[in-house]
């Protein structure tokens, strides 16, 4: 059996790319010690979140799929945890910084939903 499982037809997916092109413009802004490594942080967890679901999508099995949300799940709460610390270094860019967390909270809902509901097999 194989899943019925299109990057292009879930909701998720799209809102994983477009989260992580939030993140790709705010750590084009972090500035001083350390900020080179750090937005390579972010960027590489942001881009890991939808990269895993393009992933789960072309998976054969349920628990496959399941297994590569949960690595996207993973990587979105990376996210969460590198934003936290960039609030704290970049007050300037807290704003944006809140922006990020409630849409990287919006993908978790989401993924949460994708797994326990995984769509069917052929």
């Not at 972010?42 to 979140?49: H, P, Q, Y």
């Not at 936290?84 to 989401?110: F, N, S, Y």
Request: contains cysteine; proline residues 5%; positive net charge.
């Amino acid at each position: 059996m194989v899943l019925r499982a299109h990057i292009g037809r879930l909701r998720v997916h799209q809102a994983a790319v477009e989260l992580a092109a939030w993140v790709l413009d705010l750590a084009r802004q972090l500035r001083g010690p350390g900020a080179l490594k750090h937005g390579d942080q972010l960027v590489r967890a942001a881009l890991s979140v939808p990269s895993n679901i393009a992933e789960a999508c072309g998976r054969a099995t349920v628990g496959e799929f399941r297994q590569f949300l949960g690595y996207a799940r993973g990587s979105a709460k990376e996210l969460l945890s590198q934003i936290g610390v960039t609030r704290r270094v970049e007050p300037k860019l807290t704003k944006q910084c809140r922006t990020i967390e409630d849409r990287c909270v919006a993908v978790l809902k989401q993924l949460n939903r994708l797994y326990d509901n995984p769509p069917p097999e052929r």
